[in-house]
């Protein structure tokens, strides 16, 4: 799903809906995956959502992090 506005849905609401509704079905959430980058503002290091992204790294998937840190150009 894309999120638009994290300050009207923050991702841990996000995750929490999804997990709500995956438990109704008798699913569990193994993993996740995030496809892009997020702002800092949207980074939660602690949070639940965080800990199911396997590898997460943000140097490389928090925006202001990859602005200041540009990679090398030929």
């Known amino acids: ?3 638009t506005d994290f300050t009207l849905t923050p991702m ?3 995750y929490a809906t999804i997990q709500h509704l995956a438990q109704r079905h008798g ?3 193994d993993d996740a995956e995030l496809i892009g980058l997020i ?3 949207a980074y939660e290091p602690d949070s639940e959502w ?3 992204i396997p590898g997460f790294d943000p140097d490389g ?3 202001e992090r990859k602005l200041n840190a540009p990679i090398a150009w030929p």
Do not use: G, S, T
């Open 39 to 41: 702002p800092e503002a």
């Open 12 to 14: 841990r609401h996000v």
């Open 50 to 52: 965080i800990r199911q």
């Open 1 to 3: 799903m894309n999120v």
């Open 61 to 63: 998937k928090v925006l």
């Open 27 to 29: 699913v569990l959430i």
